[in-house]
């Protein structure tokens, strides 16, 4: 495969990483747990960590921890509710395909590479420590795969 | 934080029977805490897919991450996007913002040069909001007008303990309102033809605006506010510490 030429204009390179960012902890969450990817049939909904919300839902504050569901049906507005001010918004201001690129899928769907869209999407706020995200985490799982969803393509800002 | 944050999501998802894949901002951040499937990607925070309005290198990330569900496992399976990165052409020559605010005056008040700003950049404001269909600069519900007044009267000696909006907490409030006059401006500027990097539109948002010094001078002031949320918001939210730093290195 070529490979891909992007333009992009400020990099996250690693040596581009800020001391604040490496020194931040992670919590150690045990083994790596692995469910066989279907070969086929792949459904795929994104769940973002980017605090978004579609209008009139309730906007993101300190330590949330939970999510919210955005509606691939319903033409509401997609808003960026995160607390933190410290990753650039004008992409996402600009093309919202950037946080959450549904449209993209939705051309994997068209041509064949994906099963499907999953009709919901999720979105948690990623300021929290990523272990008070677990009770809803595990609850969202079993809502996914009520819905038939089978892949999750976890995107951050 | 948000690289952490899908990091942890992926391990609670596929412990669960969701098979996971991680776009991956912070490369430390994956290497740490091993999800099952990661593809770290060489954009900037905020922009996870790369640059708007490019619709092909954005399947090209995504190509790239779906082919990560073929590995056999076990996991942690971490990739990097193999990518030919070309600096913008943007980035070329210094960039200017071509709406010109005017000089600060004695007889105009931070919150008269903002009004200013506002009226200057609303032609582009409304053109963004024509092309795009949607704004980003209205979540709070207060008219911009109002809500530039009103923000500007926590530098003052009436600082406002209520919010304007009922059932909403006076911190929301502040937290939206903050987060709609930046999302103005920065629509406003980048429906431009001739719209700078995200540097450079930021910079030009923090160093050259009212509305930036607004901000600069309530994360200094609001320190002290009575209403804990407040200040929380004025210590970590209003700034970016990118800008912070910036400022600490440049003399003023």
Redesign the interface.
């Known amino acids: 495969m070529n490979?891909?030429?992007?333009?992009?204009?400020?990099?996250?390179?690693?040596e581009d990483?800020?001391e604040?960012?490496?020194n931040?902890p992670?919590?150690d969450?045990?083994p790596?747990?692995?469910?066989?990817?279907?070969t086929v049939g792949?459904r795929v909904a994104i769940?973002s960590?980017?605090g978004l919300m579609q209008?009139g839902d309730r906007?993101f504050?300190?330590g949330a921890a939970d999510y919210r569901i955005i509606d691939r049906d319903d033409p509401a507005?997609?808003?960026?509710?995160h607390?933190?001010?410290?990753?650039?918004?004008?992409?996402?201001?600009?093309?919202h395909?950037?946080?959450f690129?549904l449209?993209?899928?939705q051309?994997?769907a068209e041509s064949g590479?994906?099963e499907g869209v999953a009709r919901y999407h999720y979105s948690?706020m990623?300021?929290?420590e990523?272990?008070q995200?677990?009770p809803a985490?595990?609850q969202?799982?079993?809502a996914?795969?009520g819905e038939g969803?089978?892949?999750?393509?976890?995107?951050?800002? | 934080m948000c690289t952490r944050a899908v990091s942890g999501l992926a391990h609670f998802l596929e412990s669960e029977g969701i098979a996971t894949i991680v776009l991956g901002l912070v490369p430390h951040h994956v290497r740490a805490m091993q999800p099952p499937r990661a593809l770290l990607v060489p954009f900037e925070l905020g922009r996870p897919l790369g640059a708007p309005h490019d619709p092909t290198a954005q399947r090209e990330v995504l190509t790239a991450a779906f082919a990560l569900l073929d590995h056999s496992g076990p996991g942690p399976v971490i990739k990097t996007f193999d990518t030919e990165v070309t600096p913008s052409a943007i980035n070329a020559e210094p960039w200017a913002c071509p709406v010109s605010f005017p000089a600060p005056t004695k007889d105009y008040t931070l919150a008269d040069r903002i009004s200013e700003e506002v009226r200057l950049l609303q032609p582009w404001f409304e053109l963004g909001y024509r092309q795009r269909g949607h704004t980003a600069a209205d979540v709070s519900g207060i008219d911009i007008e109002v809500l530039l007044q009103w923000l500007a009267r926590f530098l003052g000696d009436s600082v406002p303990t209520e919010s304007p909006v009922p059932g909403r907490s006076l911190a929301e409030s502040f937290k939206l309102g903050v987060e709609d006059l930046k999302a103005f401006y920065l629509e406003s500027i980048t429906t431009q033809p001739s719209t700078g990097s995200s540097v450079d539109v930021n910079s030009w948002f923090w160093e050259e605006t009212a509305a930036g010094e607004l901000l600069w001078q309530l994360r200094g002031k609001l320190r002290e506010h009575l209403d804990d949320a407040i200040r929380l918001h004025a210590q970590f939210t209003l700034v970016p510490t990118t800008e912070v730093a910036r400022r600490k290195m440049v003399p003023q």
Request: hydrophobic share 40%.
């Open positions: 490979r891909p030429t992007i333009t992009y204009n400020a990099p996250m390179r690693e990483v800020s604040h960012l490496i931040t992670c919590p969450l045990g790596t747990p692995w469910a066989p990817p279907p792949r769940v960590t980017a209008r906007p504050g300190f507005d997609l808003l960026m509710t607390i933190s001010t410290n990753f650039d918004r004008t992409g996402f201001l600009q093309d395909e950037v946080v690129p449209q993209r899928l051309e994997f590479e994906i948690f990623g300021a929290t990523p272990a995200f677990e985490a595990r969202l799982a079993g996914m795969q969803t089978n892949i999750a393509l976890l995107v951050p800002v």
